[in-house]
Nanobody, 124 residues
Framework: QVHLVESGGGLAQAGGSLRLSCAAS????????LGWFRQAPGKEREFVAA????????YYADSVQGRFTISRDNAKNTGNLQMNSLKPEDTAVYYC?????????????????WGQGTQVTVSS
């Protein structure tokens, strides 16, 4: 069992930045692929980014490629999502999640444990 807690959400202006963190407890984070997903009101949950167990491989949704950066610190059992050049359409609840798959994946059903989410609101 992995317990995940996100933090760092809040209100930002368009063009601004936010840094989300995901703290893991219960199991070592290095055993899992780490992913970030988001869900806007009235929309389905969508994949944002994922990072491999070692941190050597990353994968991004086209909508955030070049603006967001996913990272992890296995020694601290944490993951981060640096979000730059924010747009109003980035407004959503952001979730971190872990998966036991070998390779990074955008498939939400492959993620076993999820955090409670943190709200990100971007004003125009």
């Amino acid at each position: 069992q992995v317990h995940l807690v996100e933090s760092g959400g809040g209100l930002a202006q368009a063009g601004g930045s936010l840094r989300l963190s995901c703290a893991a407890s219960g199991r070592t984070l290095s055993s899992y692929v780490l992913g970030w997903f988001r869900q806007a009101p009235g929309k389905e949950r969508e994949f944002v980014a994922a990072i491999s167990r070692s941190g050597g491989s990353t994968y991004y949704a086209d909508s955030v490629q070049g603006r967001f950066t996913i990272s992890r610190d296995n020694a601290k059992n944490t993951g981060n999502l640096q979000m730059n050049s924010l747009k109003p359409e980035d407004t959503a609840v952001y979730y971190c999640a872990t998966s036991r798959v070998v390779a990074v994946t955008a498939e939400g059903y492959k993620y076993d444990f999820w955090g409670q989410g943190t709200q990100v609101t971007v004003s125009s």
